[in-house]
Structures are given as C-alpha cells and as structure tokens.
C-alpha cells in the first residue's frame, strides 16, 4: 500500500474530517480545523481522536512537520495503532527544551511520556515507526531511540491525531503528515525513515 501525506490545503476554520480520508472516530469534529493551510488543535470539548486512511499492516509509521512549539500544543498527539481515544502510541510536542518531543503511550487512558524523549525544534521532522511490540522515535530521519511497550497493539491500522487535555490555541500545529507501512520486516528501519523525510513529506 502506497504512503498518504496530507498538507491540509482547505478553507480556514473548516473540520480536519472534511478532508479527504480524514474520520472523526470518537469526540468532537471541530477539535481540529485547518488554519492557513495547516492543522490546528483549534477547540476543546471532549477527548477526541481524528483518523486518517487506515493502513493494510500494523508495521508502520506515521510522520509529521510541527511548526510551531507552545505549551498549549501539549494536550495534542500524532498517533499510530489507535485503538481508540484511549489507547494509542504517539509524539507529543512538550516544547522546545532538551525534552521537548517525546515518544507517548496512552493504555487504557494512562499517558506514559517517560519512553524516548529528545529535542523539539520548529519545522524539524518527527516520526514513530512500529513494528510489533517495539516503537521508535526519530527526528529528520535520524533515531532518537526505542522503546518495548507493554499493553499497546500490535495490530491495529489506524492512525492520526487526538486531542487528549484542553490545551489548545489559534496557532497552526503540523504542516504536513504522511502515514505509511514499513517494508522488509524484521525490526525498525533507519533507511526507510531516511528514505521517507527525504521523499515523502517533500513530494
């Protein structure tokens, strides 16, 4: 199955779920809405989760431009092998320090943000690969490290965005995002991660 990327070209204030591809699972629609041809965690009423086309495998990733670094972006994830609102695996951009994007799992509506974390800078690249039990982190194609985590699906297909805390703001969030499968099994691929931020989101 062929990777999607989306760079959210649609009318200002319109739901991320107009787009293509794009389904409110669980939540509010308005959650999300493009803001200048980007997304934006624009309005909080519940916890919501946003998928965009599910893949064929559960060896994944999923992979984003996050352009702007704020404290009230911290409520909202990007997130592959999404159960549901409450379960997932994801990056949370906390900020721009020495921790300021980490590697998040969300079991059963407990948050783990402790598994890899590494610095957040605008307009870098971040990606989570994952293949079986195992996730990774990695930033402009470079990995920042992996963690085995316990309780997350090992084969769920769905991936997006949700939007967890009442952290939000008027701000764009991620420029573009591309989800798509991993090939040749047998652990997590640097060179596939290499390959795709320097071909997938640039396309």
């Given at each position: 199955m062929a990777d999607d990327t989306e760079n959210f070209n649609g009318t200002d204030g319109d739901d991320l779920d107009t787009l293509t591809g794009w389904t409110t699972q669980e939540g509010t629609a308005d959650s999300f809405e493009i803001l200048s041809n980007t997304l934006s965690a624009a309005?909080?009423?519940?916890?919501?989760?946003?998928?965009?086309?599910?893949?064929?495998?559960?060896?994944?990733?999923?992979?984003?431009?996050?352009?702007?670094?704020?404290?009230?972006?911290?409520?909202?994830y990007l997130v592959l092998r999404a159960v549901d609102k409450l379960n997932w695996v994801g990056i949370r951009m906390h900020g721009t320090g020495s921790s300021g994007?980490?590697?998040?799992?969300?079991?059963?509506?407990?948050?783990?943000?402790?598994?890899?974390?590494?610095?957040?800078?605008?307009?870098?690249?971040y990606r989570v690969e994952a293949v079986?039990?195992?996730?990774?982190?990695?930033?402009?194609?470079v990995s920042k490290g992996s963690a085995t985590i316990a309780g997350a699906s090992t084969t769920e297909l769905s991936g997006g965005v949700v939007m967890f805390t009442n952290t939000?703001?008027?701000?764009?969030?991620i420029d573009s995002l591309t989800f798509g499968e991993l090939g040749g099994g047998g652990g997590l691929s640097v060179p596939i991660a290499a390959y795709h931020y320097n071909h997938s989101l640039r396309a």
């Open positions: 309005n909080w009423t519940d916890r919501t989760l946003v998928t965009y086309i599910d893949r064929t495998s559960a060896d994944c990733f999923i992979e984003a431009e996050f352009i702007t670094f704020a404290t009230n972006r911290r409520g909202s994007v980490r590697l998040v799992s969300c079991i059963a509506g407990t948050l783990d943000d402790t598994h890899v974390q590494t610095q957040g800078a605008a307009n870098d690249v079986g039990s195992d996730f990774e982190l990695f930033v402009n194609g939000v703001g008027s701000t764009s969030w």
